[in-house]
């Protein structure tokens, strides 16, 4: 079963370091989402992406987090000069739009982020 | 006043219980409904996904939305210890040919005693 992978799944860092975070989506899915969860919340969106082009961003993906998905597979989600407020964890999710038809949005497993 | 406001928990029941759980929402142009199941430490899963008002049923699971009253509800039947996670509404006002963002309640936690 190849579901959504994240990578990787629990990352510690010191704060002002750079972090990565990977997302394999379900093949062949077209859309994938970036979304945050803190504790006690529910998640959060923060970005998606069509193909390759990113067509929305949320205002919580401030000018310290960047994400790609090059060649509309494989998706990176990097946050520069971590703050002790993006411990979280990063859900990536991915679906398949075919028209106006298809709106199941599968999660992957979560990258767990602790700022120290 | 959040966008979806879901009960708060967590919630405790017996085996074999009736669990109902509930979300309510400010904005009406929320037409797809969801609940999502998560397990301590994982992603979400989908349980149930439901288009405008209506009922619909999947084993024990039932969902309800009533658009009218911006209510929708999660019925679980014969309630299991493997049952025992957290419970999250989702919704989205779009759907999939444009952007299907979902806005998710704050979730419940459920455990279910043997």
């Known amino acids: 079963d190849t579901g959504v992978s994240q990578d990787p799944r629990h990352k510690i860092t010191k704060r002002g370091q750079n972090v990565t975070f990977r997302c394999d989506p379900i093949s062949e899915h077209n859309r994938l989402y970036w979304y945050r969860q803190t504790l006690g919340q529910g998640p959060e969106f923060l970005t998606y992406f069509q193909n390759e082009a990113q067509l929305e961003k949320s205002r919580l993906l401030s000018d310290r987090f960047s994400a790609e998905r090059p060649k509309g597979s494989f998706s990176t989600l990097e946050i520069q000069r971590t703050e002790q407020g993006d411990s979280a964890m990063y859900l990536c999710?991915?679906?398949?739009?075919?028209?106006?038809?298809?709106?199941?949005?599968?999660f992957g497993e979560g990258s767990w982020l602790t700022v120290v | 006043q959040k966008e979806v406001e879901q009960d708060p928990g967590p919630l405790s029941v017996p085996e074999g219980a009736i669990v109902s759980l509930n979300c309510t929402y400010s904005n009406s142009a929320f037409q797809y409904f969801m609940w999502y199941r998560q397990y301590s430490r994982k992603g979400p899963e989908l349980l149930m996904y439901t288009y405008s008002s209506g009922n619909k049923e999947d084993g024990r699971f039932t969902a309800q939305v009533d658009k009218s009253s911006k209510y929708i509800s999660l019925f679980i039947r014969d309630s299991q210890p493997s049952d025992s996670a957290t419970y999250l509404c989702?919704?989205?006002?779009?759907?999939?040919?444009?952007?299907?963002?979902?806005?998710f309640g704050k979730g419940i936690t459920l455990s279910v005693r043997p």
């Open positions: 989702a919704m989205s006002s779009l759907g999939a040919g444009a952007n299907s963002k979902l806005t």
């Open positions: 999710a991915s679906s398949l739009v075919v028209g106006l038809s298809g709106n199941t949005i599968y």
